[in-house]
């Protein structure tokens, strides 16, 4: 991991405001993971896919939890979601499916 540099309160304000802003109050995204695989994603595939895959994470993690009936909490998704993410972000764009298929990847 990536230790977060002079920006860190920056960026956790943002992230404060932005999560107050959205009403979505029950989140505490850990920055560093998500920054971590921003970068990872970047590197392995282009720079802009940082951004647009931290995007799908949040939007497959909204869908996790909403219809979790385990109780997965917003920060269990987050992790579940970038998790995939992570894995399989070394494939590049042009990767192919793992030994079982997607379905092992579906939230």
């Not at 505490?28 to 970068?39: G, N, S, V």
């Not at 994603?41 to 995007?55: I, N």
Request: charged residues 20%.
């Amino acid at each position: 991991m990536t230790p977060l540099d002079d920006s860190t309160p920056d960026l956790d304000l943002w992230v404060r405001r932005l999560t107050q802003a959205l009403q979505i109050l029950d989140l505490t995204p850990d920055t560093q993971e998500l920054l971590d695989l921003a970068r990872q994603v970047s590197g392995a595939v282009s720079p802009e896919a940082g951004s647009l895959t931290t995007f799908c994470v949040g939007y497959a993690a909204a869908l996790d939890a909403a219809g979790s009936r385990v109780g997965k909490t917003p920060e269990e998704a987050v992790r579940d979601a970038a998790s995939t993410a992570a894995r399989i972000a070394d494939e590049g764009a042009h990767g192919g499916q793992d030994s079982v298929g997607w379905a092992a990847t579906g939230q």
